[in-house]
């Protein structure tokens, strides 16, 4: 049997994980959600929820994978005991992988597209209008979308195609490091800025009236939300990266990193959106029009812009790379481990496959515009990212949990054993009870929730037949969990 590929340094594993980890989303959704719900005071209430629900996912994630040496297609079978059905969920998984896909590689897309023009000049003095126009000619033509986002997809397998040490490990420290230090730099510069302290403040000062008038309750459920989504939990994403892993280390500090790595990158991504935004007097606006219209009109009005303009964009897309270079690498290694497949074979294929199964996503915005699966005004996108972030991330992150603690799947014991196995920190026995009772709850509520938000303006109606849905998902989930197999 072919031997397991191993990450060729500590700092190697951290950093590709992390990349994973560090999405768009975390860069232009969290500088603004947290401003508007209090500032600082959310941060806080984030930090712990990070650290009680997503930090111990994490942890299942990275234990199944080192124990199994599989990724997500096999690591069920190796580790279920016989005649139980975790095995079934591996489908929901590679699924969900394909899914994110879709439409990141057309976002990567957009990055790449927006870091060339930011450094030829093409943004160069455009007013907010003409800003605009730019971007909405990009959407609307699908030759324009399908270039860039078949470069993001060439760019990423290629990665993949020279291996895990010398392509996937080389390559994504190279990307991380420039992509920290360039952060850095746009933050310390946008500190810099004439006004830029009034961006501090609302970004860091606890506004008590801003939670208040959010809601107290609204505001932790946000902070809740954010900290279950950020590090790409639920679809074997990170998995992937437990099963190349080393036992030298317990697990607990292996995720602890990761978890550092991203908060670091999104806390200091406030640190260059909502002052550059202050000091030019505009409101700071989550999506993308903040990321392709708002701040392209910033950086306009900077002295060196252009300069900055680059920066920033370069840094986007390789965030946006990192992370579909991870979710590629996990791709790859299904047909590896379920096919038997050389790596070169895997990449070729799926090169092909994920061009095609992009091409819904960027046409939603042109061709077939007017399909609007979601409601009014929504588009291909929105139902894909609806389908991995509201379904497959949660329910995935509640089986990897439940699978790790219940007696008819891996157990608890087996999993503590491999999370604690190596130096470093230690996970305590009593975490367990933790894991079993309260852990899966707070993963249903944030499941439920995000049903409930999305769909409780479209009318009653509506709202119970989607809330229908989602306990039929849940259903069958638990029905799964507890099917009567021989347990241990």
Known sequence: MKERENFGSRLGFILVSAGCAVGLGNVWKFPYICGENGGAAFILIYLVFLLILGYPILICEFAVGRASQKSISLAYDVLEPKNTKWHCFKWSGMLGNYLLMMFYTMVGGWMINYAYQAATGKLQGLENAAIKENFDSMLASPETMMFWMILAVLLSLGVCALGLQNGVEKITKFMMSILIILMVVLALHSLTLEGAMDGVKFYLIPDFSAMQKMGIGSVVFAALTHAFFTLSIGMGSMEIFGSYLKKDRTLL?????????????????????????????????????????????????????RIWATAFFVFMAFAALSTIIAVCENIISFYMDMLGWERKKAVAVNIIAIILLSLPAVLGYNVWSDFSPLGKGTTIMDLEDFLVSYNILPLGGLIFVLFCVRKNGWGFSGFLEEANTGTGRKLPNWIRYYMTYVLPCIIVIVYLKGYYDIFVEKGTKVLIGWMAFAFILLGTVFGIVFYKGRGR
């Open 253 to 305: 500090g292996e995720a602890g990193s990761i978890v550092a790595v991203d908060t670091f990158v999104a806390l200091i991504a406030g640190f260059i959106i909502i002052p550059s935004c202050f000091a030019y007097g505009v409101q700071p606006d989550a999506g993308p029009s903040l990321l392709f219209i708002t701040l392209p009109n910033v950086f306009n009005h900077m002295q060196g812009g």
